[in-house]
């Protein structure tokens, strides 16, 4: 009789599973509807060239420009979803990356620490560290009310440490991790990978996620 698979076997399928799906929408997403959208925008702007009328013309220009907006979407949105260069370049450039983005978009400064050289990480090790890290600054821009994270990578010893420090509102950890599933996931994922996610928070002085991975 063969034995029955363990929660902690059965949670790592369900993740891997997620993910592969996501990474398949993420490749759609970018190399199908964001291809179609761009044809279509290179389309419109050669009509624009070919047209006389001043109003048509203002009209082709404004969907255009709503388009090119459209694909700036789809694309941050796909990179959100799964970096390409997470597999390629690895976690740190992948981090750059969609750091870029996120103060872009949320108008939020995310100062970047790295000490010592990032070693050779099993792609489960990277997208885990990515995504707690992701939840992470999510959090921050939904909850915190600041404009500033430090985000700090120490790889030395053979250990990988990430701390994400915020000076944000703050909140009671014991509160927040009965009703949070984001937070209880981000020690779950650490935990499939033999790692650690520590979260101490204080109401007015912020918050701070500390993760460590033995490599």
Known sequence: MKNSPTKNQISSYIIQSQEEEIKRIALELHEGVGQTLYSLYSGLQFIEQTINSSNMKSYVNEMSQLLEKTIQEIRLLSVELHPPTLTTLGLVPAMKSYLRMFTSTYGILVDLDIEGQEPNLT?????????????????????????????????????????????GKGFTVENEMQRSSGLAAMKERMNLIGGQCLITSEIGKGTTIDVLLPL
């Open 123 to 167: 792609e489960t090790q990277k997208i885990t560290l990515f995504r707690v890290c992701q939840e992470a600054l999510g959090n921050v821009a939904k909850y915190a009310d600041t404009h500033f994270i430090q985000l700090d990578f120490l790889f030395v010893d053979n250990n990988l440490t990430m701390t994400i420090n915020d000076n």
